[in-house]
T-cell receptor, first 110, second 113 residues
Framework: GENVEQHPSTLSVQEGDSAVIKCTYS??????FPWYKQELGKRPQLIID?????GEKKDQRIAVTLNKTAKHFSLHITETQPEDSAVYFC?????????FGQGTRLTINP | DTAVSQTPKYLVTQMGNDKSIKCEQN?????MYWYKQDSKKFLKIMFS???????INETVPNRFSPKSPDKAHLNLHINSLELGDSAVYFC????????????FGQGTRLTVV
């Protein structure tokens, strides 16, 4: 089945700098790759997703890139702000389910 | 207008008890899920139902039994609770299994003492 590895587990950046979180997946048949943000004590919420027929997608300060050959995808957050502090999860579509990475705790330092 | 709602939000109970968590979605989705989030924040799928039919049953002790009376509801019953069951349980729904946005409920923090 699908296996998703996410790195780093924790990331601390200065406000205004960029943050990058990387994931790899194992199933070459996976075709859907969402990213979720979970603030402290809240539910995970989708922030951006990408499908396998696209290499990059951008939404304001966040972007996701996908390399199907290498089976990895990344989340890029530019001009980070304090409200970006949260746990971020990547996911990949397995057999009728989303398989999540282990999560990255992102801290934005003022 | 809450899209996916689950109750209760907090549940504290003693070992050996039986408890249920309820989930309802008003999005008209066909697929519903139960995820368990442990203390390290790892999100692991437990069950998935599509149109009231069980389609995913991960390696979960049979003390956990999901029930879907209709497409909009997926409840989770847990028998003989153990300390290791303490976690946050999230219900979620999506239009199709695995290839569309999953909407999560607010979570149920279960503490077994």
């Amino acid at each position: 089945g699908e296996n998703v590895e996410q790195h780093p587990s924790t990331l601390s950046v200065q406000e205004g700098d960029s943050a990058v979180i990387k994931c790899t997946y194992s199933d070459s048949a996976s075709n859907y790759f969402p990213w979720y943000k979970q603030e402290l004590g809240k539910r995970p919420q989708l922030i951006i997703d990408i499908r396998s027929n696209v290499g990059e997608k951008k939404d304001q300060r966040i972007a996701v890139t996908l390399n199907k050959t290498a089976k990895h995808f990344s989340l890029h957050i530019t001009e980070t702000q304090p409200e970006d502090s949260a746990v971020y999860f990547c996911a990949a579509k397995g057999a009728q389910k989303l398989v999540f990475g282990q999560g990255t705790r992102l801290t934005i330092n003022p | 207008d809450t899209a996916v709602s689950q109750t209760p939000k907090y549940l504290v109970t003693q070992m050996g008890n039986d408890k249920s968590i309820k989930c309802e979605q008003n999005l008209g989705h066909d697929t519903m899920y139960w995820y368990k989030q442990d203390s390290k924040k790892f999100l692991k799928i437990m069950f998935s139902y599509n149109n009231k039919e069980l389609i995913i049953n991960e390696t979960v002790p049979n003390r956990f039994s999901p029930k879907s009376p209709d497409k909009a509801h997926l409840n989770l019953h847990i028998n003989s609770l153990e300390l290791g069951d303490s976690a946050v349980y999230f219900c979620a729904s999506s239009q199709v299994p695995g290839t569309a946005e999953a909407f999560f409920g607010q979570g149920t923090r279960l503490t077994v003492v």
